[in-house]
């Protein structure tokens, strides 16, 4: 028994297309199923229509843009959650069940959309760390890095955010001391804490 197009709905606040198909299951019996692609897709099937049999080439074909369809959902669902790093999205992604191919190509999608913005995520991260928690150019870095930010975007980030004024080490690390220690603070206190909260051996930013 061949898969059958049994169904089609256009999802008309974007480019979504939904089919409903009927096919086999592992006993012969029919089983629907729906499968999402995008109109270019659907074009690429040969617009099909209610009660059109579909190849198992052009079954193929509808399965890995289903995969794709479902994996740009997840991404931009996990992106209205919060700003991530390129990685620690597609990381996401691939703990959720998605396979390689479908996580990239939602990636590239969230890259295209302009969703995925590392630069400005990862300046806007550091200006908060520092500007809400004090932090030294060391922490900012290690908690970019840990994020799934590479160096050279958390570098950049980090420069930026200071050119444009939103980053100001020397104001945080004199608001940190005031606010936790002592005016009469020793200064192996005083390094001390300056390094816990990334700063370098001395007192500089």
């Keep these: ?9 256009e999802d008309t606040a974007g480019d979504r297309v939904c089919l409903a198909v009927s096919e086999p299951d592992a006993e012969g019996r029919p089983h629907r199923r729906r499968y999402y692609t995008d109109r270019a897709g659907y074009a690429q099937l040969g617009c099909p229509v209610s009660g059109s049999p ?18 740009v959902a997840a991404a931009v669902r996990l992106l209205a959650y919060g ?6 999205l597609g990381r996401k992604l691939r703990q959720k069940g998605h396979d390689r191919e479908s996580t990239e190509a939602a990636l590239a999608e969230m890259e295209a959309r302009g969703y995925l913005r590392e630069a400005e995520q990862a300046a806007r991260y550091a200006a908060a760390a520092v500007q809400r928690k004090c932090w030294g150019r060391r922490r900012v870095l290690f908690a970019l890095l840990g ?11 980090i420069a930026s955010a200071e050119a444009a004024g939103e980053i100001d080490f020397a104001a945080a ?7 936790r220690l002592p005016p009469d603070a020793d200064a192996e206190t005083r390094r001390a804490l300056l390094y816990r909260y990334g700063y370098g051996g001395g007192e500089e930013p």
């Excluded at 028994?1 to 709905?9: D, K, P, S």
């Excluded at 690390?173 to 606010?179: I, M, N």
């Design 1 to 9: 028994m061949a898969a059958t197009l049994v169904g089609y709905t």
């Design 54 to 71: 579909l190849s198992p080439e052009a079954m193929a074909m509808l399965e890995r843009a289903d995969r794709r369809v479902r994996a």
């Design 83 to 88: 700003d991530n790093s390129r990685l620690a």
């Design 147 to 157: 994020k799934g930010y590479t160096r050279a975007v958390a570098l950049s980030a």
């Design 173 to 179: 690390k004199a608001r940190l001391l005031a606010d």
